[in-house]
């Protein structure tokens, strides 16, 4: 199976299914002499695990990361970093009655058309358990960028969203309620939302806000190597992910080119920042925002129609732990692939130096 690494001087691989033994990854040029924060680390991965709220998959894992190679007396030394993290609590036979049965929107059917063998148990390699090995290699990224702030919220759940531009937002309170909205009142009505859908035993999407800041003016390649389109694809290579815009996004097709542009004042900066951060695929120096849309659910508590591998039409039963809205535990995910990549191209243009 290809396509299990991601980038190209900040190289991240990673391996394993979600009911196997572990879950694990490889991340190659690494800068050497990085002090690493390994408790940092932990916290990325603890904002992502199961079972941390009422409202997410009750699937009880520690998700506790064991580095095994590139790290001597706490500091990076160059070499690969191997990582695991255990699976300690997968119970495969909640996947018994799938084994020749495919799940609407699933990836079931065309990893078996692809592969004609597929891991059935929780997904297998399909499932948003490897994007755990991510976080990991994300929150090492974000310690390689240090002068780089990204932050992630929850900016709308089903037809419930902030209407308030991000400036006026209080970033602090995001980690300070399950669904990690950055608006207190408004994840009160998110959270009432997720769990009215779970009750129902159906699912539901919405979108995470991104910003980054702190992105000096040039970053980024021209013509296929786009800062954007790189930020895109790392985005898009996340499970349920269906959408990216930047800066104004779509709402820009509405607008006049007189009121999209952004004016360049002396200092470099823009007077507005329709553009969000990007120009030419390349930085000038804004703050970079984002909004990413994740589909709902794919498995629901809900009695759907199907195909076996008979082609046969059947009934797909809803059983196992899932998540009804995956939104609250992709935000730390939406951070790590936007670390990775800006790590991946900070160092291919500059060097590890123009981060000390």
């Given at each position: 199976m290809a396509g299990n690494t991601f980038g190209?001087?900040?190289?991240?691989?990673?391996?394993?299914?979600?009911h196997g033994d572990a879950i694990g990854g490889i991340i190659d040029g690494c800068p050497a002499g990085i002090a690493l924060d390994l408790q940092e680390i932990q916290a990325e991965l603890d904002r992502r695990k199961p079972g941390q709220s009422k409202i997410v998959t009750q699937r009880k894992e520690a998700d506790e990361v064991r580095f095994m190679s590139g790290i001597f007396e706490g500091k990076t030394t160059g070499t690969p970093i191997g990582f695991i993290i255990e699976n300690t609590n997968p119970k495969s036979?909640?996947?018994?009655?799938?084994?020749?049965?495919?799940?609407?929107?699933h990836a079931d059917y065309v990893y078996?058309?692809?592969?004609?063998?597929?891991?059935?148990?929780?997904?297998?390699?399909?499932?948003?358990?490897?994007?755990?090995?991510?976080v990991v290699a994300g929150a090492i990224a974000k310690q390689v960028l240090s002068s780089v702030k990204i932050t992630a919220y929850v900016a709308s759940v089903g037809d419930i969203s902030i209407d308030k531009p991000y400036q006026e937002l209080d970033f602090s309170t995001i980690e300070q309620n399950p669904v990690r909205c950055a608006d207190p009142a408004i994840a009160i009505q998110m959270e009432e939302l997720i769990k009215a859908v779970k009750k129902d035993g159906d699912s539901i999407g919405g979108t995470i806000f991104c910003v980054v800041q702190n992105v000096p003016v040039g970053l980024g390649e021209p013509v296929f190597d786009r800062l954007d389109a790189e930020l895109a694809k790392a985005m898009l290579g996340i499970n349920a992910v269906k959408g990216v815009e930047f800066g104004r996004g779509f709402a820009g097709t509405t607008m006049r080119g007189s009121e999209h542009n952004d004016v360049i004042l002396p200092d470099g900066k823009t007077a507005t920042n329709n553009a969000g951060g990007i120009v030419g695929g390349i930085s000038n120096g804004m703050d970079i925002y984002f909004r990413v849309a994740f589909k709902p659910t794919a498995t629901l508590m809900k009695d759907q129609q199907s195909i076996n591998s008979a082609n046969e039409v059947v009934t797909v039963q809803g059983k196992g732990r899932h998540d009804a809205c995956v939104l609250p535990r992709a935000v730390p995910i939406v951070e790590a692939m936007t670390a990775i990549t800006l790590a991946d191209m900070f160092i291919e243009q500059y060097g590890y130096k123009k981060q000390k």
């Open positions: 190209n001087r900040f190289r991240v691989t990673t391996f394993g299914e979600s036979k909640d996947y018994d009655h799938i084994k020749d049965v495919y799940r609407p929107s078996d058309q692809k592969y004609g063998h597929r891991d059935y148990r929780g997904g297998g390699r399909s499932s948003a358990r490897e994007t755990a090995c991510r």
